[in-house]
């Protein structure tokens, strides 16, 4: 089946230790979103790659950078992840069809910051 | 601020009891609507989206939601609910339908057999 996954489900890393969170799709879709997800909230959008190009949100922390090596992978880098990092990470894809766009979810990778 | 909004943060119903629950939001001219449900250690999935057209909108799992512009409310409902279906819904919007969500706080339902 066509899907988004990530890994891993669940990292526990260093307070300041750099950690990087792995999204793939089998879609082919050529939009891809990752998100922060804290506890009782709803999910906050990072950024996104639309293609190559790179759309950051306006109040992502410098903290948080990411890369897409191809159409199938992108990667969620985080420099030096703080307690307040701690959070579900989503990673989304989409494509346009029609004019509109469906984003399809991935199962999330929770960090834990010690 | 746009935004969207979810009016009730926690509901309980018990079997068999109808579901409402609100979403508006405040952004002006073309939007894409989605509801979403996460059910408990799972990632979130589409119960329904509404692009054009009727403003009824059939999903998944006998789910409905009804567009009404004039009132900015994209409102899912459910006639009778199942245990099943305790999880938590958002609801997203696409302003001008472009590629991104911004998301409702969310309403986490609990349904007891």
């Known amino acids: 089946d066509a899907m988004v996954i990530q890994n891993p489900r669940y990292q526990v890393t260093q307070f300041g230790k750099p950690v990087t969170l792995s999204c793939s799709q089998t879609l082919n879709h050529n939009v891809m979103y990752w998100y922060q997800q804290k506890s009782s909230q709803a999910p906050k959008l990072l950024f996104h790659y639309y293609d190559k190009d790179f759309n950051n949100e306006a109040d992502t922390p410098d903290n948080f950078q990411s890369r897409r090596p191809n159409t199938s992978f992108c990667f969620l880098d985080i420099r030096s992840p703080g307690l307040g990092d701690a959070a579900m990470y989503l990673c989304?894809?989409?494509?346009?069809?029609?004019?509109?766009?469906?984003?399809?979810f991935g199962p999330g990778t929770r960090l834990t910051v010690t | 601020a746009q935004s969207v909004s979810q009016h009730n943060h926690h509901v309980i119903l018990s079997e068999a009891a109808s579901l409402e629950l609100g979403c508006n939001y405040s952004y002006g001219g073309t939007v894409n609507l989605f509801w979403y449900v996460q059910y408990p250690g799972q990632h979130l999935q589409l119960l329904l989206k509404y692009f054009s057209g009727d403003p009824l909108v059939k999903g998944i799992k006998g789910f409905e939601a009804e567009f009404i512009k004039s009132k900015f409310s994209f409102n899912l409902r459910k006639p009778s609910v199942q245990w099943s279906d305790t999880a938590e819904y958002f609801c997203?919007?696409?302003?001008?339908?472009?590629?991104?969500?911004?998301f409702g706080t969310g309403t986490r339902l609990l349904v007891s057999p």
């Open positions: 989304a894809t989409s494509s346009r069809e029609s004019g509109r766009y469906e984003q399809y």
């Open positions: 997203a919007v696409a302003p001008g339908g472009f590629q991104k969500l911004v």
